[in-house]
């Protein structure tokens, strides 16, 4: 992906970063991460490694967060998969 210099507007944000995502999104922590999906640690680790999760980004040497945008589209992604099979069970359809 190409990195625009002039979306980096935070002084703290490397114009050369390896890492390609929006500036203005907030990374949370685990706690966060917890709390918003209702997961704990090991279902979160565990939906990672098998690409079923939001991946972390490495902040510093003992410090992971996740973006808060694709913690909340993961969610958004589930309900809306909610919605499409309690449209098919209302028309005696199962879902798979």
């Not at 050369?16 to 500036?23: H, K, L, N, P, R």
């Not at 958004?76 to 998969?81: C, F, H, Q």
Request: glycine share 4%; net charge negative.
């Amino acid at each position: 992906c190409t990195l625009d210099p002039e979306r980096f507007e935070e002084p703290h944000l490397s114009r050369t970063s390896t890492y390609c995502f929006e500036a203005r999104s907030n990374t949370i922590t685990l706690a966060e991460v917890e709390k918003r999906t209702s997961l704990k640690r090991s279902t979160i680790y565990s939906d990672m490694a098998a690409g079923k999760f939001p991946q972390n980004i490495q902040l510093t040497d003992n410090r992971v967060g996740w973006l808060s945008d694709e913690i909340d589209k993961w969610i958004s992604e589930r309900a809306a998969n909610r919605q499409h099979q309690d449209r098919g069970l209302r028309l005696g359809v199962e879902i798979i």
